[in-house]
């Protein structure tokens, strides 16, 4: 017999165990993770072995799953809830869900807040989700920060972020996307992520992630490195490209970009260069062509080769092709002055063209011979607007009738009219894909006394032509750059009692930070700025949470922009406080009743004009991004000064500023001296006189500020050089003055004056100006407060004066003068509440006006002149309620106003007033959180 081996008895054991060990894990609840040793994990395990229903029965077994594990629920058993009473069903995900990494790591149970991701390649496959607790929860914005020793890193998400990185490359009040920031002792870093087309504002409709094929996204960055105790450098970079899913993922250069599926979806089949006059206003001297070609580049896909052709080998006539329309024919060229535009039409349906079908070309490059101050550019029928493409042959006419969308290629440096700049000009034609800006940064804290800052970067357009062949066959187009360069240098001193102050700039014409973006289906509409375009650096001259200008996914435009006028920080005109959202004031405070006695007229405003376009530059609001300087300008200002006084400096400086494109210039020599001490017995006094010697023909546009919070859009003020070759003066004193206790005196004077020299100011396209314009404002007030135990008694004057000339030749100049007395009162009743009475008694008089002539000659017409009486009742209130402080207020005002005119009497001509008379009650109830 042969001899039984024993089984060891720990291995009957062990088997005997595990199956209840299993079972009774089978049991337990995953939703609490699973503990492994002091470790709780919760990653995915996937259905295990159940031994519990390993047995051999015909009948269904039901696995115990939510309702037997937190109710005890069975599917077989009799329910009776006469001693269990029924317990209602709550959902166990009301809590969200699990998520886990995409390692398979279990990170939080709860809901997916945002999300962006783009796969490649497939269909719709850029993906943002944005659920509604973005907004509700988080006010649109969620921060992650941590933070070891000295390493900092925060990730913010948000849709109104306020993100710069340079001056010249990144600036955004309302960035939408992704911020992420590194700090250490001696590193900074920032990388920020946005996709510009279609970014989302509040929710993803239905509560679905937001999908397309075609996007352009944005990516920038910034990296800074302090080296040693005084220098930093930084580098910066910010890209935005088109981007479609159906491209297999990291084979291309992503900064390059590829070309919407609407772009390439047709080939191109007419295309046109248009030259015209760079500066027509002067109506001479315009583009010069002496001669044009074009270089074709054509693929046979079967082998793959390409062939260039040039013009004289794609056309049998070349008289009949390409057509050209427009422009004066010169000896030797054909010359385009003034309005004039000369329309190279390359149409190549037409049966004068024998060259490669249209969809057989993969590139086209053009070869110009031209002189003169030229404009080149260039128009395709791929180019789509919201208007309908015109018809070939094309002229300058139709292509502005049209609205055509024309791109920029080159224009001639100055205004040369002589045809010494004659030169070849060659580029190529393709339809944006990209724009990139990148450049580098110093900046020098305390250096041997200066502080400096240097910025330096190049903006790279990509073009690429389109071609659908390739693009199906995911191969590359043909692409195509173009660089613009900017930098800027500020330089600083400060070595009492001198200072000194130097900057030095250029800005290409062809700079932009501008970069077009497409649509759900890969089409740009490139005359719409609000769907088209978006902006690495934004145009928000009052530098508020909202851009001046309309662009996709940031809100916007701005119609509250004043520059300036909000000193006191409460998002109100400080020439309109009594303005807001609920109760519209369209009357400004220097106009309105009572108010005036404190707000002086904007033209009594005193500040530096160094664009001198008569409006002082810290106030200018404009149509531009916010760069620190003007594009397409060059030039330098330095100036030095000294404090000859703890009270008084004097300043002298040099402004040198060029248009690139033209030979258009402002030069400047100017000084300073201001003066501001304030004794402590005879009050502050304050002193400012500005004197340059100006020659400034270039414009510069502003928008006319608003004084109101509900405003449509805000006007344009067009530039009249009023300092072409000028002497500038301008003076402004102001003495506040308090002789008497409680009496306080406050005057200002002003002098402006323009005195034109030598012929610009009457020669040119520019309107005519007066050979001297002047303004003299005088303002004299005073007010005392006496309180007569609780009564409170306040008597107001104020005394205005103004003297304008007119700046152009024909317009009218203006003469004024207002007197105002004011009496307050104001008496408490209660310990919260109190009556105020006043009364306004003003008198307007016009100047300029000879009314004894129109008492003699006629004819018949408001003088100008009135009279204006105010009188006011009002009762205040003031307590707490429910945690609010309310203002309760109730009264009446009553005006009258008698206008004067020459009105046709009995006797003649002679002056009468006419009064109309206004009322107002009210009853109104603040609640404030004070």
């Avoid at 024993?6 to 993770?33: C, H, K, N, Y």
């Avoid at 509604?132 to 920060?145: E, G, K, L, M």
């Avoid at 925060?154 to 849709?159: F, K, M, Q, R, S």
């Avoid at 014409?509 to 497409?518: G, H, K, N, R």
Wanted: charged share 25%; hydrophobic share 35%.
């Amino acid at each position: 017999m042969g001899r039984t081996k024993r089984i060891p008895e720990w291995l009957v054991l062990l088997a005997l165990v595990l199956p209840a060990t299993e079972a009774t894990g089978q049991s337990l609840d995953r939703r609490f993770g699973t503990q492994r040793g002091v470790q709780l994990t919760f990653e995915p395990r996937g259905p295990g072995v159940l031994f519990d229903a390993l047995d051999p029965a015909l009948k269904k077994w039901y696995v115990p799953q939510e309702l037997y594990v937190d109710y005890g629920f069975r599917q077989w058993e009799y329910s009776n809830y006469a001693r269990d009473l029924y317990q209602r069903y709550v959902n166990t995900n009301r809590q969200g869900g699990p998520f886990y990494d995409l390692y398979g790591n279990y990170q939080t149970w709860g809901w997916l807040i945002f999300d962006w991701n783009q796969t490649q390649p497939g269909q719709f496959g850029s993906s943002i989700y944005k659920d509604p607790r973005f907004n509700a929860w988080f006010n649109a914005v969620t921060v992650s920060a941590d933070s070891r020793d000295q390493y900092y890193l925060a990730i913010t998400i948000g849709e109104r972020i306020r993100t710069a990185l340079t001056p010249l490359t990144f600036s955004k009040p309302r960035f939408n996307g992704i911020q992420m920031d590194f700090a250490a002792d001696k590193y900074e870093a920032t990388l920020l992520f946005s996709r510009a087309s279609e970014a989302i504002l509040g929710t993803t409709p239905a509560l679905q992630p937001n999908i397309s094929t075609n996007a352009t996204n944005m990516m920038g960055g910034r990296a800074t490195v302090q080296v040693g105790d005084f220098v930093k450098v930084g580098a910066t970079m910010v890209n935005a490209h088109h981007s479609q899913t159906l491209a297999e993922a990291f084979e291309r250069n992503p900064f390059i970009g590829t070309l919407g599926a609407g772009q390439g979806s047709d080939p191109i089949r007419v295309l046109a260069v248009v030259l015209s006059d760079d500066s027509p206003e002067d109506g001479q001297g315009g583009a010069a062509l002496f001669a044009h070609d074009i270089i074709i580049t054509a693929e046979d896909f079967d082998t793959k080769k390409r062939t260039k052709f040039r013009l004289r080998e794609v056309v049998a006539d070349p008289t009949k092709w390409p057509v050209i329309t427009g422009g004066f024919p010169r000896e030797g060229f054909l010359a385009a002055d003034g309005e004039e535009q000369i329309v190279i039409n390359y149409d190549f349906t037409d049966l004068a063209y024998i060259g490669p079908r249209p969809t057989e070309i993969v590139d086209i490059q053009f070869d110009l011979v031209v002189a003169n101050d030229y404009k080149i550019q260039v128009w395709s029928d791929r180019q789509i607007g919201r208007g309908s493409l015109p018809s070939p042959p094309l002229t300058g006419l139709d292509l502005a009738q049209a609205g055509a969308v024309l791109f920029d290629v080159r224009s001639a440096a100055g205004n040369v009219t002589d045809n010494s700049n004659q030169q070849r000009v060659v580029f190529d034609y393709g339809l944006p894909s990209a724009n990139m800006v990148f450049g580098f940064t110093m900046e020098v804290l305390q250096l041997m006394g200066f502080d400096a800052y240097a910025e330096y970067d190049i903006n790279r357009d990509y073009t690429q032509y389109p071609n659908l062949t390739l693009a199906n066959a995911d191969r590359n187009l043909r692409t195509h750059t173009r660089d613009a360069a900017a930098w800027m240098i500020n330089v600083s001193k400060q070595a009492y009692p001198f200072f000194l102050f130097g900057e030095a700039f250029s800005m290409d014409p062809d700079y932009s930070t501008t970069a077009f973006i497409v649509d759900s289906g890969g089409n740009i509409y490139y005359d719409d700025e609000r769907t088209s375009m978006y902006e690495f650096v934004d145009d928000n001259d009052d530098q508020d949470r909202t851009p001046d200008w309309s662009r996709w996914g940031q809100g916007g435009p701005d119609p509250i922009v004043f520059p300036g006028w909000d000193e006191n920080n409460d998002f109100v005109s400080d020439f309109n406080q009594n303005d807001n959202i609920s109760l519209s004031n369209r009357i400004p405070d220097y106009e309105e009743p009572f108010f005036r006695y404190n707000v002086d007229r904007p033209e009594f405003l005193f500040g530096i004009d160094l664009n001198n376009n008569n409006w002082i530059d810290r106030f200018e609001n404009d149509d531009l991004p916010d760069y620190p300087y003007r594009r397409n300008h060059r030039g330098y200002n330095i100036y030095v000064g000294q404090h000859l006084t703890p009270e008084a400096r004097l300043t002298v400086g040099r402004l040198r500023e060029d248009e690139i494109s033209s030979n258009r210039r402002s030069h400047a020599t100017y000084g300073v001296f201001a003066y501001d001490r304030d004794h402590p017995q005879w009050g502050r006094l304050r002193f400012f006189n500005s004197l340059k010697k100006v020659a400034d023909n270039i414009p510069d546009v502003r928008r006319e500020p608003t004084l109101y919070l509900q405003t449509i859009s805000l006007a344009l003020v067009e530039d009249i050089l009023p300092a072409r070759d000028t002497w500038v003066n301008d003076s402004y004193v102001q003495f506040d003055y308090e002789p008497l206790k409680k009496l306080n005196m406050i005057n200002k004077f002003k002098y402006s004056l323009f005195s034109q020299r030598g012929q610009a100011f009457k020669s040119g396209d520019a309107p005519i100006l007066n050979e001297s314009t002047q303004f003299v404002g005088l303002i004299n007030k005073a007010d005392y407060t006496r309180k007569i135990g609780q009564f409170v008694l306040q008597p107001k004057v104020k005394s205005e004066y103004l003297n304008q000339t007119a700046f152009l030749q024909g317009d009218p100049d203006r003469k004024e003068w207002m007197g105002i007395g004011i009496l307050q009162a104001r008496l408490p009743v209660l310990n919260n509440s109190f009556l105020e009475s006043g009364v306004e008694y003003s008198v307007f008089r016009e100047l300029v006006l000879d009314e004894d002539a129109l008492l003699a000659d006629g004819p018949t017409q408001d003088t100008g002149d009135f009279r204006n009486l105010v009188l006011a009742v009002q009762w205040t209130t003031l307590g707490h309620y429910l945690g609010y402080k309310l203002t309760t207020q109730f009264g009446v005002s009553y005006t009258k106003r008698w206008d004067e005119a020459v009105v046709l009497g009995a006797e003649g001509l002679v002056k009468q007033s006419e009064s109309r008379s206004f009322g107002t009650s009210f009853i109104s109830v603040y609640a404030g959180v004070e």
